[in-house]
């Protein structure tokens, strides 16, 4: 079974910076890939970033070029960097890990840390 566990929201200006972490224990040696989701009020829950375990990185469209997923394999914890925030990019943010076993893709959900942009 894994765990995660994540930190680092809070309130940020528009224009501004945060980083959420995202710390991993249990069956890590399971995890296939890693990623974030954000779920703002009233709409449905979205991807942000994805890292696999070999390091391919995915992004929404409209994270690209503002937003970094990374992962330190040695205190198996992911970062998502956040940049050039915007109101919109207000929500919750959830981490989440993958397993795979053949077509069957197994999720876990950390608690999820709040994000919000505003001045």
């Known amino acids: 079974q894994v765990q995660l566990v994540e930190s680092g929201g809070g309130l940020a200006q528009p224009g501004g910076s945060l980083r959420l972490s995202c710390a991993a224990s249990?069956?890590?040696?399971?995890?296939?890939?890693m990623a974030w989701y954000r779920q703002a009020p009233g709409k449905q829950r979205e991807l942000v970033a994805t890292?696999?375990?070999?390091?391919?990185?995915n992004y929404a469209d409209s994270m690209k070029g503002r937003f970094t997923i990374s992962r330190d394999n040695a205190k198996n914890t992911v970062y998502l960097q956040m940049n050039s925030l915007k109101p919109e990019d207000t929500a919750v943010y959830y981490c989440n890990a993958q397993r795979y076993s053949g077509f069957q893709r197994y999720d876990v959900w950390g608690q999820g840390t709040q994000v919000t942009v505003s001045s």
């Open positions: 249990g069956s890590i040696v399971s995890i296939n890939a």
């Open positions: 890292v696999t375990s070999g390091g391919s990185t």
